[in-house]
């Protein structure tokens, strides 16, 4: 008979995290561990509160489904037992491990992909003065892909800032919803004074009409303005990518078919994460291969990382080992 256990676990971030809504100094995760047989399967999602999500919140979800869960509901019965969130997350990735396991499969195999391959990831550059980030890209600035975090006035001299400071980087930049849209067409001009690549997020989800009314000079990522495949295609006319994250899929599951979504509609694809351990990363490693970027450097941001946890060269991201997840 099946059993499931959850716990919460935290890990100190190395540093600080700062984006536009507030600084972290840790990452609370939750932990799902479904066992059948001598199998056993884990999920890792974060509690995200700007999606109203608490680590209180995850777990009464996860609780609410335990007794489906633990009497054998599939991947495809929890898409209907909960809403796409962190708490849905944490189970199908679990249930996906636990059939890769009682397989003696890969998941990937398991999902009909190819095998993953290793990928460059982002390295996060936290929001500060423009002095503190250049200082912060000049010691990142051997790795070939950064992403800076901004906060809304000021952005321009932080964008110049961290240019002149890791000139050999490919640069994207995450506003975290902090634009306004009188922000847009210079604080745009200062992206592309500084080769900026992609913008993440500029303007607030639900209030970003305009930017479909201009000129794009820079690819555009909607990030909190999509979470899963319902609504893609009313972003068409705003953005040019979408930032696809397990915890805002709801899991593996809806994840591969969001991608598949996004990728037909014609959106550039990025594949992104919350602050968290390996064990968060992994199965994302199944679609990241066909990402225009990939954003999974949350180890790297801990103090300290799980067991058996991935392998990070450099920026370099190899595939799962089979201990941790897959």
């Known amino acids: 008979m099946r059993k499931l256990s959850v716990a ?38 974060t509690p995200y509160a700007r999606y109203g999500e608490t680590v209180a919140s995850v777990l009464a979800q996860i609780e609410s489904v335990r007794a489906a869960i633990e009497a054998g509901a599939d991947r495809e019965e929890l898409q209907a037992l ?26 990937y195999a398991l999902a009909g992909l190819p095998e993953p391959v290793t990928v460059t990831t982002a390295f996060t550059i936290s929001v500060g003065t423009p002095d503190e980030m250049a200082a912060a890209a000049a010691r990142a600035s051997a790795r070939p892909l950064l992403k800076i975090k901004l906060a809304g006035e000021g952005d321009p001299a932080r964008i110049a800032a961290v240019r002149a400071a890791a ?23 200062a992206c592309a004074r500084a080769g900026v690549a992609l913008v993440e997020q500029p303007l607030p989800a639900g209030r970003d009409a305009a930017l479909g009314r201009i000129e794009r000079i ?17 972003l068409r006319e705003r953005y040019d990518a979408v930032n696809i994250k397990l915890d805002k899929t709801g899991g593996l599951t809806e994840m591969l078919a969001t991608t598949a979504q996004a990728e037909a509609i014609g959106f550039g694809v990025f594949i992104g994460c919350m602050v968290a351990t390996s064990l968060a990363m992994a199965p994302a490693l199944l679609v990241a291969g066909r990402a225009l970027f990939v954003d999974l450097d949350g180890p790297l941001l801990l103090a300290r990382d799980r067991p058996d946890g991935l392998v990070y060269e450099g920026s370099l991201i190899r595939p799962a080992p089979p201990a941790l997840w897959g």
């Open 8 to 45: 919460v676990e935290r890990f100190p971030i190395a540093g600080k995290f700062v984006i536009s809504r507030g600084q972290k100094t840790e990452a609370a995760v939750v932990l799902a561990v479904i066992e059948d047989a001598g199998a056993r399967g884990r999920g890792e999602c």
């Open 82 to 107: 909960l809403p796409a969130g962190a708490a849905r997350n944490a189970l199908d990735c679990a249930l996906w491990d636990l059939a890769a396991k009682q397989s003696g499969r890969p998941a």
């Open 167 to 189: 000139p050999k980087a490919v640069l994207i930049v995450d506003a975290n919803e902090a634009w306004t849209d009188s922000d847009l067409p210079g604080y745009l001009e």
């Open 218 to 234: 820079i690819p555009v990522c909607a990030d909190e303005s999509a979470h899963a495949r319902r609504g893609l295609l009313d």
